[in-house]
């Protein structure tokens, strides 16, 4: 049985996966939701199950490229 759905954390060592394996917990996104803001600090690390995650950045003249 994998130790998660998300290839990157199931990757891991077992032991290594263990270490912070309790600080995990499952959330669920909805389309259009935000997880992090430009010029903001990183407060949460999100590891996908499955679906797409976008980065869109807002270019200086305003733009918004995917």
Do not use: C, W
């Not at 995990?24 to 389309?31: G, I, N, S, Y």
């Amino acid at each position: 049985m994998p130790q998660s759905e998300n290839r990157i954390l199931n990757a891991l060592p077992q032991n290594i996966f263990a270490a912070f394996a309790a600080h995990l917990k499952r959330v669920d996104l909805r389309f259009g939701d935000t997880v992090a803001e430009t010029d903001e600090p990183v407060s949460k690390v999100y590891f996908p199950h499955d679906g797409v995650v976008s980065l869109v950045v807002e270019m200086e003249v305003g733009d918004s490229r995917p």
